[in-house]
Protein backbone atom coordinates (compact mmCIF):
# COMPACT_ATOMS: atom_id res chain seq x y z
CA UNK A 1 0.00 0.00 0.00
CA UNK A 2 1.40 3.23 -0.96
CA UNK A 3 0.02 6.80 -0.58
CA UNK A 4 -1.59 8.27 -3.83
CA UNK A 5 0.80 10.72 -4.81
CA UNK A 6 -0.51 14.14 -6.47
CA UNK A 7 0.65 14.33 -9.65
CA UNK A 8 4.02 15.41 -10.76
CA UNK A 9 3.25 18.99 -12.86
CA UNK A 10 3.64 22.05 -10.81
CA UNK A 11 0.93 23.27 -8.34
CA UNK A 12 -0.73 26.54 -9.46
CA UNK A 13 -0.66 29.12 -8.01
CA UNK A 14 2.99 28.67 -6.47
CA UNK A 15 3.23 29.80 -2.94
CA UNK A 16 3.29 33.31 -2.36
CA UNK A 17 3.58 35.51 0.73
CA UNK A 18 0.82 38.05 -0.32
CA UNK A 19 -2.33 36.03 1.32
CA UNK A 20 -0.22 36.62 4.45
CA UNK A 21 0.47 40.12 3.59
CA UNK A 22 -3.51 40.58 3.23
CA UNK A 23 -4.36 38.45 6.45
CA UNK A 24 -1.93 40.59 8.53
CA UNK A 25 -3.63 43.95 6.65
CA UNK A 26 -6.75 42.84 7.95
CA UNK A 27 -5.86 41.74 11.60
CA UNK A 28 -4.67 45.13 11.64
CA UNK A 29 -7.80 46.49 10.81
CA UNK A 30 -9.53 44.53 13.28
CA UNK A 31 -6.93 45.49 16.01
CA UNK A 32 -7.28 48.87 14.82
CA UNK A 33 -11.29 49.17 15.13
CA UNK A 34 -10.73 48.69 19.00
CA UNK A 35 -7.57 50.58 19.43
CA UNK A 36 -7.59 53.62 17.69
CA UNK A 37 -9.78 53.71 14.54
CA UNK A 38 -8.07 56.92 12.82
CA UNK A 39 -4.45 56.15 12.65
CA UNK A 40 -4.48 52.07 12.78
CA UNK A 41 -7.16 51.45 10.60
CA UNK A 42 -6.11 53.26 7.76
CA UNK A 43 -2.79 51.50 7.94
CA UNK A 44 -4.44 47.78 7.96
CA UNK A 45 -6.36 48.52 4.86
CA UNK A 46 -3.28 50.18 2.67
CA UNK A 47 -1.18 46.59 4.02
CA UNK A 48 -4.14 44.93 2.97
CA UNK A 49 -5.64 46.61 -0.34
CA UNK A 50 -1.79 46.38 -1.55
CA UNK A 51 -1.35 42.81 -0.58
CA UNK A 52 -4.62 41.70 -2.04
CA UNK A 53 -3.87 43.61 -5.47
CA UNK A 54 -0.54 41.47 -5.54
CA UNK A 55 -1.83 38.25 -4.26
CA UNK A 56 -4.87 38.98 -7.28
CA UNK A 57 -2.01 39.38 -9.97
CA UNK A 58 0.23 36.66 -9.02
CA UNK A 59 -3.04 34.11 -8.56
CA UNK A 60 -4.21 35.28 -12.15
CA UNK A 61 -0.81 35.31 -13.70
CA UNK A 62 -1.85 32.30 -15.63
CA UNK A 63 -5.01 33.28 -16.91
CA UNK A 64 -3.93 36.79 -18.15
CA UNK A 65 -1.39 34.43 -20.59
CA UNK A 66 1.92 35.64 -18.52
CA UNK A 67 4.56 32.66 -17.87
CA UNK A 68 4.54 31.04 -14.92
CA UNK A 69 7.58 30.16 -13.65
CA UNK A 70 8.70 26.53 -13.41
CA UNK A 71 7.93 25.60 -10.15
CA UNK A 72 9.64 22.69 -8.13
CA UNK A 73 7.34 20.23 -7.25
CA UNK A 74 6.98 19.79 -3.27
CA UNK A 75 9.76 17.27 -1.67
CA UNK A 76 9.34 15.40 1.06
CA UNK A 77 7.50 12.41 2.00
CA UNK A 78 8.52 8.93 0.34
CA UNK A 79 9.14 10.00 -3.37
CA UNK A 80 8.21 7.10 -5.51
CA UNK A 81 10.27 7.67 -8.57
CA UNK A 82 9.46 5.24 -11.85
CA UNK A 83 13.20 3.85 -10.78
CA UNK A 84 12.70 2.15 -7.44
CA UNK A 85 9.23 0.75 -6.08
CA UNK A 86 8.49 1.38 -2.84
CA UNK A 87 10.30 -1.16 -0.31
CA UNK A 88 7.63 -2.86 1.60
CA UNK A 89 8.13 -2.27 5.17
CA UNK A 90 9.46 -5.46 6.21
CA UNK A 91 12.36 -5.74 4.03
CA UNK A 92 15.28 -3.38 3.20
CA UNK A 93 17.90 -1.86 5.07
CA UNK A 94 15.42 -0.26 8.28
CA UNK A 95 13.38 -3.16 7.76
CA UNK A 96 10.85 -4.26 10.83
CA UNK A 97 12.06 -7.01 12.65
CA UNK A 98 9.77 -10.28 11.72
CA UNK A 99 8.03 -11.11 14.58
CA UNK A 100 9.62 -13.87 16.62
CA UNK A 101 8.03 -16.79 17.03
CA UNK A 102 6.41 -16.83 20.32
CA UNK A 103 6.42 -13.26 20.53
CA UNK A 104 2.68 -13.32 21.13
CA UNK A 105 2.31 -9.37 21.70
CA UNK A 106 3.96 -7.13 18.25
CA UNK A 107 4.32 -3.64 18.88
CA UNK A 108 2.17 -3.00 16.17
CA UNK A 109 -0.70 -4.83 17.99
CA UNK A 110 0.38 -3.00 21.24
CA UNK A 111 0.05 0.47 19.57
CA UNK A 112 -4.19 -0.89 17.98
CA UNK A 113 -4.81 -1.75 21.49
CA UNK A 114 -3.30 1.49 23.08
CA UNK A 115 -5.33 3.53 20.38
CA UNK A 116 -8.81 1.97 20.67
CA UNK A 117 -8.07 1.51 24.72
CA UNK A 118 -7.22 5.67 24.77
CA UNK A 119 -10.19 5.96 22.68
CA UNK A 120 -12.45 4.23 24.91
CA UNK A 121 -11.25 5.93 28.19
CA UNK A 122 -11.65 9.54 26.53
CA UNK A 123 -14.86 8.45 25.71
CA UNK A 124 -16.29 6.80 28.23
CA UNK A 125 -14.53 9.99 30.34
CA UNK A 126 -16.87 12.12 28.28
CA UNK A 127 -20.51 9.83 28.06
CA UNK A 128 -20.13 8.79 31.54
CA UNK A 129 -20.92 12.25 33.60
CA UNK A 130 -23.36 13.14 30.62
CA UNK A 131 -25.37 10.25 30.59
CA UNK A 132 -25.33 10.41 34.56
CA UNK A 133 -26.62 14.15 34.90
CA UNK A 134 -29.67 12.65 32.63
CA UNK A 135 -30.39 9.75 34.49
CA UNK A 136 -29.10 10.22 38.38
CA UNK A 137 -31.22 13.50 39.04
CA UNK A 138 -34.40 11.89 38.02
CA UNK A 139 -34.11 10.26 41.05
CA UNK A 140 -32.37 12.66 43.38
CA UNK A 141 -33.47 15.40 45.75
CA UNK A 142 -37.09 13.61 44.89
CA UNK A 143 -39.45 13.61 47.85
CA UNK A 144 -42.68 15.74 49.42
CA UNK A 145 -42.50 19.03 50.91
CA UNK A 146 -45.13 19.51 54.13
CA UNK A 147 -47.99 21.62 53.16
CA UNK A 148 -49.69 24.03 55.39
CA UNK A 149 -53.46 23.55 54.72
CA UNK A 150 -54.97 26.10 57.10
CA UNK A 151 -56.66 25.92 60.15
CA UNK A 152 -58.09 23.20 61.37
CA UNK A 153 -61.83 24.94 62.05
CA UNK A 154 -61.93 25.07 58.44
CA UNK A 155 -62.35 21.66 58.22
CA UNK A 156 -66.16 21.00 59.54
CA UNK A 157 -66.35 17.30 61.27
CA UNK A 158 -67.91 14.55 59.16
CA UNK A 159 -67.70 16.75 56.40
CA UNK A 160 -65.80 16.02 52.69
CA UNK A 161 -63.87 18.90 50.98
CA UNK A 162 -62.21 18.77 47.37
CA UNK A 163 -59.01 20.36 48.71
CA UNK A 164 -56.80 21.69 46.17
CA UNK A 165 -53.46 23.03 47.09
CA UNK A 166 -50.28 23.97 45.43
CA UNK A 167 -47.13 21.23 46.00
CA UNK A 168 -44.11 23.93 44.93
CA UNK A 169 -46.05 27.05 45.02
CA UNK A 170 -43.68 28.79 42.79
CA UNK A 171 -43.74 25.96 40.38
CA UNK A 172 -47.14 27.00 39.31
CA UNK A 173 -50.04 25.51 38.21
CA UNK A 174 -47.76 22.10 37.39
CA UNK A 175 -47.81 21.43 41.00
CA UNK A 176 -51.34 22.00 41.30
CA UNK A 177 -52.96 18.73 43.52
CA UNK A 178 -56.33 17.49 44.72
CA UNK A 179 -56.41 15.59 47.79
CA UNK A 180 -60.39 14.53 49.47
CA UNK A 181 -60.21 15.20 53.06
CA UNK A 182 -62.77 14.58 56.03
CA UNK A 183 -62.32 15.55 59.31
CA UNK A 184 -63.47 12.63 61.41
CA UNK A 185 -63.45 14.16 64.82
CA UNK A 186 -61.23 13.14 67.95
CA UNK A 187 -59.87 9.57 68.30
CA UNK A 188 -58.50 8.93 71.41
CA UNK A 189 -57.94 13.06 72.27
CA UNK A 190 -55.99 13.47 68.91
CA UNK A 191 -57.40 14.57 65.80
CA UNK A 192 -58.09 12.30 62.92
CA UNK A 193 -58.20 13.00 59.43
CA UNK A 194 -58.99 10.85 56.24
CA UNK A 195 -56.99 12.53 53.21
CA UNK A 196 -57.24 10.78 50.10
CA UNK A 197 -55.30 11.60 47.15
CA UNK A 198 -57.30 12.04 43.72
CA UNK A 199 -54.78 10.09 41.80
CA UNK A 200 -55.96 7.06 40.19
CA UNK A 201 -54.51 3.78 41.30
CA UNK A 202 -55.08 2.75 37.46
CA UNK A 203 -52.59 5.22 35.64
CA UNK A 204 -52.96 8.59 37.32
CA UNK A 205 -56.00 10.03 36.24
CA UNK A 206 -57.80 12.12 38.58
CA UNK A 207 -60.73 10.74 40.03
CA UNK A 208 -63.78 12.63 40.24
CA UNK A 209 -66.23 12.33 43.71
CA UNK A 210 -69.59 10.64 42.56
CA UNK A 211 -71.81 13.18 44.44
CA UNK A 212 -72.80 16.70 43.68
CA UNK A 213 -69.91 19.36 44.92
CA UNK A 214 -70.60 22.49 46.18
CA UNK A 215 -68.89 24.86 44.38
CA UNK A 216 -70.96 27.87 45.77
CA UNK A 217 -69.24 27.10 48.99
CA UNK A 218 -65.95 27.23 47.72
CA UNK A 219 -63.46 28.67 50.27
CA UNK A 220 -59.91 30.29 49.33
CA UNK A 221 -57.19 30.21 51.67
CA UNK A 222 -53.90 32.48 51.08
CA UNK A 223 -51.14 30.35 52.74
CA UNK A 224 -47.56 31.54 53.38
CA UNK A 225 -45.03 31.75 50.00
CA UNK A 226 -47.81 31.97 47.59
CA UNK A 227 -49.56 28.98 48.73
CA UNK A 228 -53.54 29.02 47.48
CA UNK A 229 -55.78 26.89 48.85
CA UNK A 230 -59.28 25.86 47.43
CA UNK A 231 -61.73 23.91 49.86
CA UNK A 232 -65.26 22.82 47.84
CA UNK A 233 -67.40 20.83 50.05
CA UNK A 234 -68.73 17.88 48.40
CA UNK A 235 -70.94 14.60 49.30
CA UNK A 236 -69.37 11.85 47.41
CA UNK A 237 -71.83 9.26 48.69
CA UNK A 238 -71.22 7.14 45.42
CA UNK A 239 -67.50 7.06 46.07
CA UNK A 240 -65.40 8.07 43.12
CA UNK A 241 -65.14 7.47 39.84
CA UNK A 242 -62.33 8.16 37.17
CA UNK A 243 -63.28 10.07 33.96
CA UNK A 244 -60.55 8.05 32.07
CA UNK A 245 -60.97 4.52 31.84
CA UNK A 246 -63.97 4.13 34.20
CA UNK A 247 -62.20 2.71 37.89
CA UNK A 248 -64.78 3.36 40.53
CA UNK A 249 -63.84 3.52 44.46
CA UNK A 250 -66.02 3.68 47.74
CA UNK A 251 -65.78 6.69 49.66
CA UNK A 252 -63.05 5.20 51.81
CA UNK A 253 -60.96 5.29 48.28
CA UNK A 254 -61.36 0.84 48.25
CA UNK A 255 -61.49 -0.31 44.53
CA UNK A 256 -64.68 -1.54 43.72
CA UNK A 257 -65.29 -1.99 39.91
CA UNK A 258 -62.90 -1.15 36.90
CA UNK A 259 -58.93 -1.32 36.17
CA UNK A 260 -57.38 -0.13 39.43
CA UNK A 261 -55.04 -2.10 40.83
CA UNK A 262 -55.51 -1.02 44.84
CA UNK A 263 -57.06 1.50 46.75
CA UNK A 264 -56.65 5.28 46.02
CA UNK A 265 -53.47 6.58 48.01
CA UNK A 266 -53.72 8.64 50.70
CA UNK A 267 -51.66 11.22 52.45
CA UNK A 268 -49.89 11.46 55.94
CA UNK A 269 -50.87 14.57 58.26
CA UNK A 270 -49.72 16.31 61.25
CA UNK A 271 -51.19 18.92 63.13
CA UNK A 272 -48.76 22.15 63.86
CA UNK A 273 -49.81 25.61 65.63
CA UNK A 274 -53.93 24.48 65.26
CA UNK A 275 -52.92 23.98 61.34
CA UNK A 276 -53.70 20.67 59.44
CA UNK A 277 -50.10 20.02 57.39
CA UNK A 278 -50.20 17.45 54.92
CA UNK A 279 -47.25 15.30 55.08
CA UNK A 280 -46.03 12.17 52.51
CA UNK A 281 -48.37 10.04 50.49
CA UNK A 282 -47.95 6.42 50.53
CA UNK A 283 -50.33 3.51 48.93
CA UNK A 284 -52.94 1.64 50.81
CA UNK A 285 -53.90 -1.78 49.43
CA UNK A 286 -57.33 -1.68 51.03
CA UNK A 287 -59.10 -0.27 53.93
CA UNK A 288 -61.47 -1.74 56.36
CA UNK A 289 -64.27 0.24 58.31
CA UNK A 290 -64.74 3.50 58.44
CA UNK A 291 -63.85 7.02 58.78
CA UNK A 292 -61.56 7.16 62.21
CA UNK A 293 -61.86 3.82 63.04
CA UNK A 294 -61.08 2.74 59.65
CA UNK A 295 -57.93 -0.25 59.38
CA UNK A 296 -55.45 0.93 56.66
CA UNK A 297 -53.33 -1.19 55.38
CA UNK A 298 -50.39 0.78 54.39
CA UNK A 299 -47.19 0.88 51.83
CA UNK A 300 -44.79 2.65 50.89
CA UNK A 301 -45.96 4.91 48.33
CA UNK A 302 -46.44 3.29 44.52
CA UNK A 303 -46.52 4.25 40.66
CA UNK A 304 -50.19 4.14 39.38
CA UNK A 305 -51.03 0.38 38.22
CA UNK A 306 -48.85 -1.12 40.32
CA UNK A 307 -49.87 -4.09 42.58
CA UNK A 308 -48.92 -3.54 45.91
CA UNK A 309 -50.17 -7.09 47.57
CA UNK A 310 -50.98 -10.37 45.73
CA UNK A 311 -48.24 -12.24 43.87
CA UNK A 312 -48.53 -9.50 41.74
CA UNK A 313 -46.12 -7.80 44.20
CA UNK A 314 -43.18 -9.70 43.20
CA UNK A 315 -42.96 -7.51 39.54
CA UNK A 316 -42.27 -4.47 41.79
CA UNK A 317 -39.81 -5.27 43.99
CA UNK A 318 -38.10 -1.66 44.05
CA UNK A 319 -38.99 1.69 44.15
CA UNK A 320 -36.83 4.81 43.24
CA UNK A 321 -36.52 7.05 45.90
CA UNK A 322 -39.16 9.17 46.97
CA UNK B 1 -22.35 28.50 -44.40
CA UNK B 2 -24.56 25.91 -42.47
CA UNK B 3 -21.68 23.23 -41.16
CA UNK B 4 -19.81 26.59 -40.05
CA UNK B 5 -23.18 27.97 -38.14
CA UNK B 6 -22.91 24.52 -36.55
CA UNK B 7 -19.72 24.30 -35.66
CA UNK B 8 -19.39 27.70 -33.81
CA UNK B 9 -22.61 26.44 -31.81
CA UNK B 10 -20.99 23.30 -31.15
CA UNK B 11 -18.14 24.88 -29.95
CA UNK B 12 -19.89 27.64 -27.78
CA UNK B 13 -22.16 24.60 -26.17
CA UNK B 14 -18.57 22.21 -25.44
CA UNK B 15 -17.54 25.96 -23.68
CA UNK B 16 -21.23 25.99 -21.67
CA UNK B 17 -20.63 22.36 -21.01
CA UNK B 18 -17.42 22.51 -19.72
CA UNK B 19 -18.23 26.07 -17.37
CA UNK B 20 -20.92 24.15 -15.98
CA UNK B 21 -18.83 20.54 -15.42
CA UNK B 22 -15.98 22.30 -14.42
CA UNK B 23 -17.24 22.67 -10.53
CA UNK B 24 -18.45 18.71 -10.79
CA UNK B 25 -15.31 17.43 -11.44
CA UNK B 26 -13.74 19.84 -8.89
CA UNK B 27 -15.98 18.39 -5.87
CA UNK B 28 -15.99 14.88 -7.44
CA UNK B 29 -11.67 14.51 -7.85
CA UNK B 30 -12.04 15.90 -4.27
CA UNK B 31 -14.59 13.70 -2.95
CA UNK B 32 -15.92 11.55 -5.39
CA UNK B 33 -19.38 12.47 -3.89
CA UNK B 34 -20.85 13.13 -7.31
CA UNK B 35 -20.10 9.58 -8.27
CA UNK B 36 -21.48 8.24 -5.03
CA UNK B 37 -25.07 9.94 -5.49
CA UNK B 38 -24.79 8.94 -9.31
CA UNK B 39 -24.54 4.99 -7.65
CA UNK B 40 -27.26 5.65 -5.04
CA UNK B 41 -29.61 7.36 -7.86
CA UNK B 42 -28.62 5.30 -10.98
CA UNK B 43 -29.11 2.23 -9.21
CA UNK B 44 -30.76 -1.03 -10.78
CA UNK B 45 -33.82 -2.39 -9.48
CA UNK B 46 -35.91 -4.87 -10.86
CA UNK B 47 -37.95 -4.54 -14.03
CA UNK B 48 -41.69 -4.96 -12.11
CA UNK B 49 -41.16 -2.84 -9.25
CA UNK B 50 -44.37 -0.72 -8.97
CA UNK B 51 -45.89 2.16 -7.02
CA UNK B 52 -45.82 -0.17 -3.67
CA UNK B 53 -42.21 0.61 -3.42
CA UNK B 54 -42.71 3.93 -3.00
CA UNK B 55 -44.01 3.72 0.19
CA UNK B 56 -40.48 3.88 1.90
CA UNK B 57 -39.08 6.96 0.18
CA UNK B 58 -43.06 8.61 1.28
CA UNK B 59 -42.04 7.47 4.45
CA UNK B 60 -38.91 9.12 4.22
CA UNK B 61 -40.39 12.52 3.13
CA UNK B 62 -42.44 12.25 5.58
CA UNK B 63 -40.32 12.25 8.03
CA UNK B 64 -38.13 14.82 6.45
CA UNK B 65 -41.62 17.43 6.49
CA UNK B 66 -41.21 16.61 10.46
CA UNK B 67 -37.80 17.38 10.79
CA UNK B 68 -37.60 20.46 9.04
CA UNK B 69 -41.29 22.01 10.09
CA UNK B 70 -39.87 21.15 13.69
CA UNK B 71 -36.45 23.04 13.32
CA UNK B 72 -38.61 25.74 12.46
CA UNK B 73 -41.05 25.53 15.35
CA UNK B 74 -38.71 25.17 17.47
CA UNK B 75 -37.55 28.90 17.14
CA UNK B 76 -40.78 30.07 18.11
CA UNK B 77 -41.98 27.48 21.27
CA UNK B 78 -40.99 27.90 25.01
CA UNK B 79 -40.22 24.54 26.41
CA UNK B 80 -41.51 26.10 30.27
CA UNK B 81 -44.51 25.15 31.78
CA UNK B 82 -45.69 29.13 32.14
CA UNK B 83 -45.09 30.09 28.77
CA UNK B 84 -45.48 26.49 26.13
CA UNK B 85 -49.37 26.88 26.00
CA UNK B 86 -49.34 30.28 25.20
CA UNK B 87 -46.50 30.10 23.04
CA UNK B 88 -47.76 27.48 20.55
CA UNK B 89 -51.01 29.70 20.58
CA UNK B 90 -48.68 32.19 19.32
CA UNK B 91 -47.51 30.39 17.06
CA UNK B 92 -51.14 29.45 15.47
CA UNK B 93 -52.97 32.86 15.86
CA UNK B 94 -50.66 35.65 15.29
CA UNK B 95 -47.06 34.56 13.59
CA UNK B 96 -47.65 34.31 9.89
CA UNK B 97 -48.16 31.11 8.13
CA UNK B 98 -47.11 29.62 11.73
CA UNK B 99 -50.99 27.74 11.68
CA UNK B 100 -49.44 25.71 8.57
CA UNK B 101 -46.33 24.86 9.96
CA UNK B 102 -47.77 23.74 12.83
CA UNK B 103 -50.46 22.46 11.32
CA UNK B 104 -47.52 20.17 9.08
CA UNK B 105 -46.38 19.01 11.97
CA UNK B 106 -49.32 17.91 13.94
CA UNK B 107 -50.77 15.75 10.89
CA UNK B 108 -47.24 15.04 9.00
CA UNK B 109 -47.20 13.47 12.74
CA UNK B 110 -50.07 11.07 11.68
CA UNK B 111 -49.01 10.76 8.21
CA UNK B 112 -45.47 9.72 9.47
CA UNK B 113 -46.68 7.03 11.33
CA UNK B 114 -49.46 5.68 8.76
CA UNK B 115 -46.71 5.32 5.91
CA UNK B 116 -44.99 3.38 8.22
CA UNK B 117 -47.22 1.07 8.91
CA UNK B 118 -48.28 1.23 5.17
CA UNK B 119 -44.76 0.62 3.84
CA UNK B 120 -44.15 -2.28 6.69
CA UNK B 121 -47.20 -3.94 5.29
CA UNK B 122 -46.13 -3.73 1.85
CA UNK B 123 -42.99 -5.43 3.01
CA UNK B 124 -44.71 -7.90 4.62
CA UNK B 125 -46.96 -9.27 1.86
CA UNK B 126 -44.36 -9.39 -0.79
CA UNK B 127 -42.10 -11.10 1.32
CA UNK B 128 -39.15 -8.76 1.46
CA UNK B 129 -38.33 -9.02 4.63
CA UNK B 130 -36.42 -12.32 3.77
CA UNK B 131 -33.02 -13.72 3.46
CA UNK B 132 -30.79 -11.72 3.05
CA UNK B 133 -33.00 -8.57 4.15
CA UNK B 134 -34.12 -9.41 7.75
CA UNK B 135 -31.41 -7.65 9.12
CA UNK B 136 -33.44 -4.56 7.77
CA UNK B 137 -36.63 -5.42 9.13
CA UNK B 138 -35.58 -5.54 12.29
CA UNK B 139 -34.11 -1.65 11.83
CA UNK B 140 -37.36 -0.81 10.34
CA UNK B 141 -39.38 -1.80 13.67
CA UNK B 142 -36.83 -0.22 15.67
CA UNK B 143 -37.63 2.52 13.29
CA UNK B 144 -41.16 2.14 14.24
CA UNK B 145 -40.69 2.16 17.80
CA UNK B 146 -38.78 5.17 18.17
CA UNK B 147 -41.36 6.66 15.54
CA UNK B 148 -43.73 6.00 18.56
CA UNK B 149 -41.29 7.52 20.70
CA UNK B 150 -41.21 10.64 18.80
CA UNK B 151 -44.97 10.60 18.61
CA UNK B 152 -45.18 10.26 22.42
CA UNK B 153 -42.82 12.82 23.88
CA UNK B 154 -44.22 15.34 20.83
CA UNK B 155 -47.61 14.71 22.67
CA UNK B 156 -47.30 16.78 25.58
CA UNK B 157 -45.35 20.01 24.38
CA UNK B 158 -48.81 21.57 22.89
CA UNK B 159 -49.18 21.24 27.24
CA UNK B 160 -53.04 21.67 27.28
CA UNK B 161 -54.75 19.65 29.17
CA UNK B 162 -55.17 16.64 26.77
CA UNK B 163 -51.43 17.02 26.35
CA UNK B 164 -50.71 16.78 30.19
CA UNK B 165 -53.25 14.06 30.89
CA UNK B 166 -52.29 11.63 27.99
CA UNK B 167 -48.72 12.02 29.07
CA UNK B 168 -49.73 11.35 32.94
CA UNK B 169 -51.49 8.09 31.40
CA UNK B 170 -48.33 7.18 29.16
CA UNK B 171 -45.78 7.43 31.44
CA UNK B 172 -48.02 5.86 34.49
CA UNK B 173 -48.25 2.69 31.61
CA UNK B 174 -44.56 2.66 30.96
CA UNK B 175 -44.63 2.42 35.35
CA UNK B 176 -46.18 -0.68 35.37
CA UNK B 177 -43.38 -2.61 33.77
CA UNK B 178 -42.37 -5.47 35.56
CA UNK B 179 -39.02 -5.17 37.84
CA UNK B 180 -37.91 -1.48 35.98
CA UNK B 181 -40.79 0.21 35.13
CA UNK B 182 -40.64 2.73 38.14
CA UNK B 183 -37.53 3.75 37.35
CA UNK B 184 -38.32 4.15 33.98
CA UNK B 185 -41.41 5.94 34.79
CA UNK B 186 -39.11 8.57 37.39
CA UNK B 187 -36.78 8.72 34.44
CA UNK B 188 -39.15 9.59 31.89
CA UNK B 189 -40.88 12.12 34.35
CA UNK B 190 -37.59 13.26 35.83
CA UNK B 191 -38.52 12.87 38.71
CA UNK B 192 -41.41 11.31 41.44
CA UNK B 193 -43.74 13.79 40.11
CA UNK B 194 -44.53 15.60 36.73
CA UNK B 195 -43.19 18.66 37.16
CA UNK B 196 -41.24 21.61 36.01
CA UNK B 197 -38.32 19.47 34.12
CA UNK B 198 -40.80 16.69 32.24
CA UNK B 199 -41.74 19.02 29.75
CA UNK B 200 -37.90 20.19 28.93
CA UNK B 201 -36.91 17.03 29.09
CA UNK B 202 -39.56 15.79 26.64
CA UNK B 203 -38.75 18.13 24.42
CA UNK B 204 -35.04 17.55 24.76
CA UNK B 205 -35.93 13.71 23.58
CA UNK B 206 -38.58 14.96 21.09
CA UNK B 207 -36.52 17.11 19.10
CA UNK B 208 -32.15 15.87 19.44
CA UNK B 209 -32.23 12.72 20.88
CA UNK B 210 -34.84 10.46 19.43
CA UNK B 211 -34.40 13.14 15.91
CA UNK B 212 -30.65 11.86 15.99
CA UNK B 213 -31.49 8.22 16.45
CA UNK B 214 -33.99 8.00 13.70
CA UNK B 215 -31.75 9.81 11.22
CA UNK B 216 -29.32 6.98 12.49
CA UNK B 217 -31.25 4.17 12.04
CA UNK B 218 -32.54 5.67 8.12
CA UNK B 219 -28.94 5.55 7.31
CA UNK B 220 -28.50 1.88 8.07
CA UNK B 221 -31.60 1.16 6.62
CA UNK B 222 -30.65 3.46 3.31
CA UNK B 223 -27.94 1.49 3.37
CA UNK B 224 -28.82 -2.34 3.56
CA UNK B 225 -31.30 -1.10 0.58
CA UNK B 226 -28.61 0.15 -1.37
CA UNK B 227 -26.51 -2.98 -0.42
CA UNK B 228 -28.72 -5.54 -0.85
CA UNK B 229 -30.79 -3.92 -3.65
CA UNK B 230 -34.75 -3.81 -3.98
CA UNK B 231 -36.70 -6.99 -4.03
CA UNK B 232 -39.23 -8.19 -7.04
CA UNK B 233 -42.55 -8.61 -6.38
CA UNK B 234 -43.85 -11.80 -5.28
CA UNK B 235 -45.01 -12.43 -8.64
CA UNK B 236 -42.43 -11.41 -10.44
CA UNK B 237 -40.81 -13.48 -13.07
CA UNK B 238 -37.43 -12.64 -13.37
CA UNK B 239 -37.43 -13.20 -9.44
CA UNK B 240 -33.91 -13.15 -7.80
CA UNK B 241 -32.57 -16.15 -8.73
CA UNK B 242 -34.52 -17.28 -11.55
CA UNK B 243 -31.97 -18.11 -13.47
CA UNK B 244 -31.21 -21.13 -12.06
CA UNK B 245 -34.17 -22.55 -12.63
CA UNK B 246 -32.74 -25.03 -14.89
CA UNK B 247 -30.96 -26.12 -11.93
CA UNK B 248 -32.04 -28.16 -8.99
CA UNK B 249 -31.62 -26.14 -6.32
CA UNK B 250 -30.21 -27.23 -3.02
CA UNK B 251 -31.94 -24.96 -1.12
CA UNK B 252 -34.62 -22.23 -1.23
CA UNK B 253 -31.82 -19.58 -0.70
CA UNK B 254 -29.79 -20.67 -3.51
CA UNK B 255 -30.36 -18.08 -6.09
CA UNK B 256 -29.23 -15.14 -3.41
CA UNK B 257 -26.98 -16.90 -2.12
CA UNK B 258 -24.09 -16.86 -5.36
CA UNK B 259 -23.40 -13.55 -6.42
CA UNK B 260 -23.67 -14.35 -9.93
CA UNK B 261 -27.29 -14.46 -9.59
CA UNK B 262 -27.88 -11.16 -8.82
CA UNK B 263 -26.48 -9.89 -11.43
CA UNK B 264 -28.69 -9.86 -13.58
CA UNK B 265 -30.68 -7.46 -11.53
CA UNK B 266 -28.05 -5.53 -9.82
CA UNK B 267 -25.81 -2.86 -10.33
CA UNK B 268 -22.97 -4.55 -13.01
CA UNK B 269 -19.79 -3.72 -11.84
CA UNK B 270 -18.97 -1.55 -8.77
CA UNK B 271 -18.09 -3.15 -5.81
CA UNK B 272 -21.00 -6.12 -6.18
Known amino acids: ?35 SPKVVVPIGVVIAVVSGFFWARSATKEFRGESVGAIEPESGGPRESAAAPAVPADRGE ?48 QGYPKVDLGPLENFTEGQWFVTKFFMHPDAGEVSHRTAYIRNNGALNGEPSFTIISNRCAHLGCPVQPNGPVQ ?32 GQYDVEGNRVAGPPVRALDRYEFAVVDGHLVLGKPYSVSHVKGEGKDALIYKYKLTGPGQHVDGWEQILYPLQPPH | MATTTRTKKSARRRQLEAAINYPIDWLEERSGLVGALKYFLFRKVPGDTGWWHTLGSATLTAFLVQALTGVILAMYYKPDPQNAYQSIQHITNDLTLGWLVRGMHKWGASVFIILMFFH ?34 GYLL ?115
Not at chain 1, 221 to 245: D, F, S, V, W
Not at chain 2, 136 to 148: D, E, H, K, P, R
Request: net charge neutral.
Open chain 1, 1 to 35: MTEPQHGDGPHSPGPSLYPIGFAAGIACILVGLII
Open chain 1, 215 to 246: DNKTKDLEGKNGQRITMIPAIPAGGYGCPCHG
Open chain 1, 94 to 141: SAMAEPQTGERFPRSRFLEGATLGLGGVIGGLVTVPAIGFMIVPAFKG
Open chain 2, 158 to 272: PWDQTAYWATVVGINLNGTAPFLGPFLADFLRGGGEIGTETLARFYSLHMLLIPGLIFALIGLHLYLVIRLGVSSPPWSREAAGSDYDDEPATNGRRGLTQPAARSGWRRNGGDG
Open chain 2, 120 to 153: MARVFLFGAYKYPRELNWIIGVTLLAVGMLEGFT
